[in-house]
């Protein structure tokens, strides 16, 4: 702020009209019983090697409590990916972190039960890798630290459910 140039200001003006041009857009949350009482459901997804610079992926996650989205990411890995299936094992870990983040944020508010939130994934063999870990051959080669995902499912804080492509929310944060 204390020394803008015209690129802040160039950005600036596109952030306001953005703003102006979605005015109308927004995203609903009603009032009602189910809402208070939703379970919540996490949502994420990888484009793996989209990136044609740094064969990078971009991964995202949305969480819905209810019908609702409460929390949403779109982002570019920090690492490549040698698979689909470690592009979104590793955007599931991602999504695994801010799972207990807003579990205990809604502890904090008492409004979550002991059952454990369900993580929507549209690929397989993730899920088959982090619920059995005798799957070691396809996945000696992924860091050790992406293994929380398979510790916090073993400890039942976590349900992987298989997504279908068409029905997965975070697709949409995924492709350009």
Request: net charge negative.
């Amino acid at each position: 702020m204390e020394k803008s140039k015209t690129p802040h200001f160039l950005a600036a003006k596109r952030i306001l009209r953005y703003v102006k041009g979605t005015l109308d857009l927004g995203i609903l949350y009603p009032y009602s019983q189910k809402n208070i009482e939703g379970e919540v459901f996490d949502y994420s997804d990888s484009d793996w090697c989209d990136d044609k610079d740094d064969r990078k992926n971009t991964v995202g996650y949305v969480f819905k409590f209810g019908t609702s989205p409460i929390s949403w990411c779109s982002k570019k890995q920090s690492v490549v990916a040698l698979s689909t299936c470690e592009a979104e094992y590793i955007v599931a870990v991602m999504t695994t972190c801010q799972a207990l983040w807003l579990e205990a944020l809604m502890e904090e508010l008492n409004m979550r039960d002991c059952s454990p939130m369900r993580l929507l994934i549209d690929n397989k063999p993730t899920i088959d890798l982090a619920k059995h870990p005798v799957a070691h051959d396809r996945s000696k080669h992924i860091e050790t630290k992406f293994h929380f995902l398979r510790d916090q499912v073993s400890k039942e804080k976590l349900e992987l459910e298989f997504c279908r492509s068409e029905d997965q929310v975070a697709d949409i944060l995924t492709n350009h």
